[in-house]
């Protein structure tokens, strides 16, 4: 078969496959529902770490953790919780929609969370003393 006729079927081919998927949404998407589901999530990833602290943002996909040692965040990433205590030094920047936290750390380089106006005034002074 000539390349002219394969690689446009090829193409057309894989993007359909992805619509089909999207379209069908095999897997939920996950969200944070409640600071108890929070505090789970976290006790199971972090179980010497106790969480004193849940912050739940208005959107429920991330949530600020105060613990012990430090801080700690929970976010959704597609269908499952991350989680990362925030044990180096990190950065906060103010981002379109919301605060970006700069980590420092190759596995999750900045971490953008969706905040409202409210939110993020609430979150910044939760943060910004133990920069």
Same mark, same amino acid.
């Given at each position: ?35 108890? #589901? ?30 012990? #040692? ?17 044990? #180096? ?43």
């Amino acid at each position: 078969m000539p390349l002219e006729i394969l690689l446009p079927m090829v193409v057309i081919g894989i993007i359909c496959i992805v619509l089909l998927i999207h379209w069908m949404r095999p897997t939920p998407e996950f969200r944070l529902e409640d600071r108890k #589901q929070v505090a789970d999530i976290w006790a199971h990833r972090n179980p010497e770490n106790t969480a004193s602290t849940i912050h739940l943002n208005g959107a429920r996909s991330h949530a600020l953790i105060e613990t012990a #040692q430090g801080f700690g965040l929970v976010w959704v990433f597609g269908a499952d919780p991350v989680t990362r205590l925030l044990d #180096q030094p990190f950065e906060l920047e103010a981002s379109g929609s919301g605060l970006r936290i700069l980590t420092h750390d190759f596995t999750a380089p900045r971490v953008d969370i969706v905040l409202d106006t409210a939110e993020i005034t609430r979150w910044s002074d939760i943060l910004r003393p133990k920069l």
